[in-house]
């Protein structure tokens, strides 16, 4: 990696943070830092589990958080109840560390009823926008299918922090309430499957044999690129 490379930080719920709580292990939860080695500062991808514990990664790295980005609004990404656990998240970073929170527009009322945040806290954003963190720079693709407003982020143009759309081998469920078979087949095969080869794919949830892939790799051996049609996808989901 070179000296202009972003910084970019994969981490782990139950390994790398949230160690004393067994359920954020099980959740198998990725979290992101992205930002600039240059300026020092970073944003992160949906922190939720245990902030202290993200935050002190910030810190430990030398960086300065200045805003929080969201793939989508389930509790597992920005905190709110999870099968009756209470899970940190937005509402604790917004107290402890008050920045700038970025969801796709059609996500922000599901954000907000999730986390308790109002709509001001949280801005919307939309396919095609982009965020510099200093020299970094993160584009938002609306991708959904999981959710109406789920979204991944290319960051540099290297890299896809893609949420519950894409994990390795496999995509997000779409058989929870805003889930929507036919966008999840549009979101994976028009624009994920549509990228370069060599953008290495990290994932929301430790669910593959690896943290992390080119898509290239994906592309070959992830049926859910893979289908020719609408219907030949339809087949592999319910199956
Ligand atoms: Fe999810």
């Known amino acids: 990696m070179s000296d202009t490379a972003p910084y970019f930080r994969q981490l782990l719920a139950g390994r790398d943070f949230g160690r004393v709580n067994p359920f954020a292990g099980q959740m198998a939860n990725f979290v992101y830092l992205i930002g600039d080695r240059e300026s020092r500062e970073c944003v992160v991808v949906d922190p939720a589990w245990d902030v202290p514990g993200l935050l002190d990664a910030v810190e430990r790295d030398g960086m300065k958080l200045v805003g929080a980005l969201v793939t989508h609004y389930h509790p597992d990404e920005v905190g709110g109840d999870l099968f009756g656990h209470a899970i940190q998240g937005l509402a604790e970073l917004a107290a402890r560390a008050p920045v700038r929170i970025y969801a796709q527009k059609e996500e922000v009322d599901g954000v907000c009823f999730v986390t308790g945040l109002s709509s001001t806290d ?79 794919l990290y994932p929301g949830h430790d669910y593959g044999d690896r943290p992390s892939a080119p898509l290239g790799d994906e592309k070959r051996t992830n049926v859910f690129l893979k289908p020719r049609s609408l219907q030949d996808w339809l087949r592999l989901r319910g199956g």
């Open 122 to 200: 949280v801005t919307g954003v939309e396919s095609g926008d982009h965020l510099d963190v200093g020299a970094a720079r993160i584009q938002f693709i609306h991708t959904p299918g999981h959710t109406p407003g789920s979204q991944c982020f290319l960051v540099g143009g290297k890299s896809l922090v893609s949420g519950d759309t894409l994990f390795i081998g496999a995509c997000g469920r779409v058989d929870l309430p805003g889930g929507d078979p036919e966008q999840m087949y549009e979101s994976l095969t028009q624009k994920l499957a549509k990228l370069p080869d060599d953008v290495v």
